[in-house]
């Protein structure tokens, strides 16, 4: 994905829609013992330097990867509410703590592709998000079959924002996998 141009308050938008495809995909998705386990263990160890090792080896890293398979029902229902309960989407504009680590702050996003929670995730072209991105971007996403193209460039911001509602376009701008990326500036 390309870089993203959006405000701050778009940014927020984004992770609470990030969040609730996270937590759809969650409680909705064919996860497996080692996607909840590996999860749940990213939640408790991620970001933290003593950890480091066991994280490299959940990323791959290290060259290898991976831990046993656990099959208990149980375990699957108390860790999936477990990381329902922790996980947050933070957008980069609000990663403002310098006691943290950059790493800690993509704990959500990790989850999200592990579990591939991009699937659940709606269609961002929504006036929550779009009132928050620029003009340029907005041309962008008005398809051909919306009219005169010299009505749309006239189009004030609030009625391009209508006309993409309105023509149902299907825009997803990031995803867990580049959500840091495209909102790095």
Do not use: C
Not at 66 to 77: P, W
């Amino acid at each position: 994905m390309s870089q993203l141009l959006i405000t701050k308050a778009g940014q927020d938008v984004l992770a609470k829609e990030m969040k609730k495809a996270l937590d759809k995909a969650l409680m909705e998705g064919p996860r497996t013992t080692e996607e909840i386990m590996t999860s749940l263990i990213i939640l408790l160890i991620g970001g933290h330097p003593l950890h480091r090792d066991l994280m490299d080896r959940i990323t791959g890293r290290d060259g290898g990867g991976g831990f046993s398979r656990m099959e208990q029902v149980d375990v699957e229902d108390i860790a999936i509410e477990t990381i329902k309960r922790l996980t947050n989407i933070i957008p980069p504009a609000r990663r403002t703590s310098a006691g943290k680590s950059a790493e800690s702050y993509q704990i959500g996003e990790l989850i999200g592709s592990i579990i591939n929670a991009d699937v659940y995730m709606s269609s961002l072209a929504i006036d929550e998000v779009l009132e928050h991105v620029p003009r340029h971007t907005l041309m962008a996403l008005i398809p051909e079959s919306v009219g005169p193209d010299k009505h749309v460039k006239r189009a004030k911001l609030a009625d391009l924002r209508a006309m993409i509602v309105d023509a149902k376009v299907d825009w997803h701008p990031t995803s867990f996998n580049t959500f840091t990326e495209d909102l790095a500036r």
